[in-house]
Each structure stands twice: as structure tokens, then as C-alpha cells.
């Protein structure tokens, strides 16, 4: 049991904050980190370089003005990459993004860069299963995004969702009405599923398609079945279901 000290200063506050080109190190290195349920990305795929160009290049880079950052005693403790309009997302990703990150890892692949199994898997799975376990998203009809990722640092001080509704508040300055997202957990239900069928408020989340996800038993070896889900809805009943669930799951 740990007793606090009552004449110890407080502990730092949280402060969320809009990203500035200094902190894209500091996002990579989160990504990296807490990838794969923690486990980090150098456990599944050795080339942090490409892992952080493909999941954070197109937001620090091309839409830095929907992105954010928690700062905890001068320390980036976690961080919310957004996307206020999709479709201008998919276009740089198939352009610039993806073309540079796929010819780097085919040449390193071939090259003999990559030494470790499951980074052979993973490439193998990535070139011939990845596009074909990509369940449809409504871009058009629910046009915004974010990823968000938090250090322990940052867990129980509501840092997710002052994140989330900042960076709401700002899509819907924007013009957009109508949010998206993407989750890969068990097929028998994850948190996510949880929070979205077991939080009685009215409105949830809606799931609008789903599809088999063999990421992890084609390259861990894990043979638990899991699913690549997606859910919608509207940016205004998002916030209201979200306002709910962090105050019961302290996020």
C-alpha cells in the first residue's frame, strides 16, 4: 500500500495542446510503442521507420492542423492524429504514402534487411491479405477520423476523451457532421464492442461492417479469431455516447 505524502507538490496537470512540427518524433516514438496492444511495433514488424511513416506520415505531414497532442510536465504522454475529411486522406496515402512505404519494404525484404520471422510474415501478409480484409467504410456519408494514443503517463487523467472532444469540436468547425472508425479486436466482443453494446445511453455507435482479421494468427501465431469491425455515426451522438462512456470507463 502506498501512502501519499500530503506536503508533496501535486502532480503535474495533463495539458492538451495543438501539435507543432517539434513533437513528430515524440508521436512516432507513441505509435511504435504502444502498437499491437502494447506490445510495440519492433514485436511484429523490426522497421520502426516504415511502421511510423504508414500509421502517423499522412496526419503530422499533410493535415498537421488536425492533430494533437497531451503534454504532461513538459513530456508528450499521449497523442490524437485526425482526419476531418477522408477522401483527401485516401488520396495522399494511395499517391505519396503508401507507394514510398511499399517500394522501401519490398527492397529491404529482398535485400536480406529484415532478419527477424515475424517481420517476413508480416510483410507477406500485408502484400497478399491486408487489401482483402478491409471491410467498406462510409467516407462519404461519415467523413471524419482520428487515431488516439495514450502512455500509462496519461491513462487515468481523462486524456482520451479531452482529446476526442477537442479534436470534435474542431471537425465540426470544419463542416463535418458525421464520424467513423475502425477496430480490430476478438470476434467474440472486445472493450470496444463492450463499451458500445453495454452502455445503456440511448444512442451507441453504430457497427457498419466487419470482416475476418488474420493479422495476428499469420504472423504471431495467435490462433484467437478476430475481427476488423467498423462503426459510425453522427459527430453530435458520438460526443453524447462518448461523454457516457468515459465517464464510466475513466478514459
Given at each position: 500500500?502506498?501512502?501519499?505524502?500530503?506536503?508533496?507538490?501535486?502532480?503535474?496537470?495533463?495539458?492538451?495542446?495543438?501539435?507543432?512540427?517539434?513533437?513528430?518524433?515524440?508521436?512516432?516514438?507513441?505509435?511504435?510503442?504502444?502498437?499491437?496492444?502494447?506490445?510495440?511495433?519492433?514485436?511484429?514488424?523490426?522497421?520502426?521507420?516504415?511502421?511510423?511513416?504508414?500509421?502517423?506520415?499522412?496526419?503530422?505531414?499533410?493535415?498537421?492542423?488536425?492533430?494533437?497532442?497531451?503534454?504532461?510536465?513538459?513530456?508528450?504522454?499521449?497523442?490524437?492524429?485526425?482526419?476531418?475529411?477522408?477522401?483527401?486522406?485516401?488520396?495522399?496515402?494511395?499517391?505519396?504514402?503508401?507507394?514510398?512505404?511499399?517500394?522501401?519494404?519490398?527492397?529491404?525484404?529482398?535485400?536480406?534487411?529484415?532478419?527477424?520471422?515475424?517481420?517476413?510474415?508480416?510483410?507477406?501478409?500485408?502484400?497478399?491479405?491486408?487489401?482483402?480484409?478491409?471491410?467498406?467504410?462510409?467516407?462519404?456519408?461519415?467523413?471524419?477520423?482520428?487515431?488516439?494514443?495514450?502512455?500509462?503517463d496519461g491513462i487515468a487523467r481523462n486524456v482520451y476523451?479531452?482529446?476526442?472532444?477537442?479534436?470534435?469540436?474542431?471537425?465540426?468547425?470544419?463542416?463535418?457532421?458525421?464520424?467513423?472508425?475502425?477496430?480490430?479486436?476478438?470476434?467474440?466482443?472486445?472493450?470496444?464492442?463492450?463499451?458500445?453494446e453495454n452502455t445503456e445511453v440511448g444512442y451507441a455507435?453504430?457497427?457498419?461492417?466487419?470482416?475476418?482479421?488474420?493479422?495476428?494468427?499469420?504472423?504471431l501465431g495467435i490462433e484467437t479469431a478476430m475481427v476488423?469491425?467498423?462503426?459510425?455515426?453522427?459527430?453530435?451522438?458520438?460526443?453524447?455516447?462518448?461523454?457516457?462512456?468515459?465517464?464510466?470507463?475513466?478514459?
Amino acid at each position: 500500500m502506498t501512502i501519499r505524502d500530503e506536503n508533496a507538490p501535486p502532480a503535474p496537470e495533463v495539458t492538451i495542446r495543438p501539435y507543432r512540427p517539434a513533437d513528430r518524433e515524440a508521436v512516432r516514438a507513441i505509435c511504435r510503442q504502444t502498437a499491437f496492444r502494447n506490445l510495440g511495433s519492433d514485436a511484429v514488424f523490426e522497421d520502426g521507420e516504415l511502421f511510423a511513416d504508414y500509421f502517423t506520415a499522412y496526419y503530422t505531414d499533410h493535415e498537421p492542423e488536425s492533430c494533437l497532442v497531451a503534454e504532461r510536465d513538459g513530456k508528450i504522454v499521449g497523442y490524437l492524429t485526425g482526419c476531418v475529411f477522408t477522401r483527401r486522406m485516401i488520396r495522399v496515402m494511395g499517391w505519396r504514402i503508401v507507394p514510398s512505404v511499399l517500394s522501401r519494404m519490398i527492397f529491404r525484404y529482398l535485400t536480406g534487411r529484415y532478419r527477424k520471422p515475424e517481420t517476413r510474415r508480416a510483410v507477406k501478409w500485408f502484400l497478399t491479405r491486408s487489401w482483402r480484409e478491409a471491410p467498406p467504410v462510409p467516407v462519404d456519408a461519415f467523413p471524419t477520423h482520428y487515431h488516439c494514443n495514450v502512455l500509462r503517463d496519461g491513462i487515468a487523467r481523462n486524456v482520451y476523451s479531452r482529446l476526442a472532444f477537442t479534436f470534435l469540436d474542431l471537425a465540426v468547425a470544419r463542416g463535418s457532421a458525421g464520424i467513423h472508425g475502425q477496430i480490430d479486436e476478438p470476434a467474440e466482443g472486445g472493450l470496444w464492442r463492450r463499451m458500445v453494446e453495454n452502455t445503456e445511453v440511448g444512442y451507441a455507435p453504430q457497427f457498419t461492417a466487419s470482416a475476418e482479421s488474420t493479422f495476428l494468427r499469420d504472423v504471431l501465431g495467435i490462433e484467437t479469431a478476430m475481427v476488423n469491425r467498423v462503426w459510425a455515426g453522427s459527430i453530435p451522438e458520438f460526443r453524447f455516447w462518448l461523454t457516457r462512456v468515459a465517464k464510466r470507463y475513466r478514459l
